[in-house]
């Protein structure tokens, strides 16, 4: 597992981040104001986790006018996707293995 991937698992072990995470996908996009109002937590708060989830790459921010848009990251939702994927091969090939090594017996 690369050194990222374990970033944003720290990053999704948090459950306003999570929650906030969930927001961002209901909505497409929303500003910093709007987070607030949804989760019903304060602005520094919420600004604080986007600012880790954006350093994390999970999110993206946008800037338009004098507002920040906060949108999901598809192409890293797809790289931990891939990430879960590879680890179910393996895990897969373990079990077969262990599978072989009892019938074997």
Do not use: W
Request: a positive charge; hydrophobic letters at 40%; proline letters at 3%.
């Amino acid at each position: 597992m690369l050194e990222k991937d374990v970033e944003v698992f720290e990053i999704l072990s948090n459950p306003l981040r999570i929650r906030i995470l969930q927001k961002l996908i209901l909505h497409k996009n929303l500003i910093v104001s709007m987070l607030v109002e949804e989760l019903g937590e304060s602005q520094p708060l919420i600004s604080h986790h986007l600012k880790l989830m954006t350093r994390s790459g999970l999110i993206m921010c946008i800037p338009c006018a004098q507002y920040r848009n906060y949108v999901v990251n598809i192409n890293k939702i797809k790289e931990l996707k891939e990430t879960f994927e590879q680890i179910e091969i393996e895990l897969n090939k373990k079990e077969n293995s262990n599978v072989n090594k009892t019938k074997g017996s």
